[in-house]
């Protein structure tokens, strides 16, 4: 039997807990091949100091086109902080999404909103007028489904409780995705524990979960890795409830039992 394959759009960081690097590390786990597209650049200047920038369309446009010979069964879109995405390198994504059909399709809105500068009305409004129509579950966090709902022009007040969060889950669901994930990680470092919250609203009623796992070498970070767990998971043929509660344990193991990515 054939390896399922995801192909994963995002960037190269210099960490293996972030970006693409981890995304391959996490699918490499689950027996997944892995293609990648990148939507930045790296390279050094005449001082060896590090420059990233904007991928050429085109490069990233091949990059696609290469990774997706052998076959994608999962497309998963952003994967690290500080991913660098235009308003056309958006739309060229929905384009392929649009001409493909893909078991499904991850957008994971924490690497382009979360990047210590503010998102550009542009991409904003492409991300949610073109991606999520085409998204199979959107990965997120409060602050950025708050974003993608006041951009829409959609009044929800910020959420007082884990019940206001699903309800903020439901109103983005109106803007096209099938599933929308909620996910929180908290550090407590004097009992040195991480506790994982999700809220996932699909077509039924809403799931809500949280557990608290040792986390003694004080990782944090842990949420970036879910939705390629997500996708692999997908990619296996499992359902998106069972993908996600799996995704999440699969995190929860692997800190719990001291190993993790150096």
């Not at 909620?182 to 004097?190: C, L, N, V």
């Amino acid at each position: 039997m054939a390896k399922q394959s995801v192909l994963v759009v995002g960037s190269l960081d210099m960490s293996n807990r972030t970006g693409l690097q981890a995304d391959q590390r996490v699918l490499e786990k689950y027996n997944i091949v892995t293609a990648i597209a990148s939507t930045r650049l790296t390279t050094k200047d005449s001082s060896n100091s590090l420059e990233i920038f904007e991928a050429p369309l085109e490069s990233l446009r091949n990059a696609i086109d290469e990774g997706v010979k052998g076959g994608v069964s999962v497309f998963k879109i952003v994967s690290s902080l500080g991913s660098v995405y235009t308003e056309e390198s958006v739309l060229l994504l929905a384009t392929v999404l649009e001409k493909a059909h893909y078991a499904s399709v991850i957008v994971d809105t924490e690497a382009i909103f979360k990047t210590g500068r503010p998102t550009p009305p542009s991409v904003l409004r492409s991300v949610r007028e073109k991606l999520l129509p085409l998204t199979t579950v959107l990965s997120a966090t409060v602050p950025e489904v708050k974003l993608l709902l006041d951009d829409a022009g959609i009044p929800v007040a910020y959420p007082k409780s884990i019940e206001d969060v699903a309800l903020l889950g439901k109103s983005v669901q109106a803007l096209g995705p099938q599933h929308v994930l909620i996910k929180r990680e908290i550090f407590d470092e004097g009992a040195k524990t991480t506790t994982l919250h999700y809220v996932l609203c699909g077509p039924g009623e809403p799931v809500i979960a949280a557990s608290t796992i040792e986390n003694v070498r004080g990782v944090t970070g842990l949420s970036y890795l879910i939705p390629s767990a997500i996708a692999a998971n997908l990619a296996n043929g499992t359902d998106v409830s069972v993908a996600v509660s799996a995704a999440f344990k699969f995190l929860q193991d692997m800190v719990s039992s001291g190993v993790y990515f150096e």
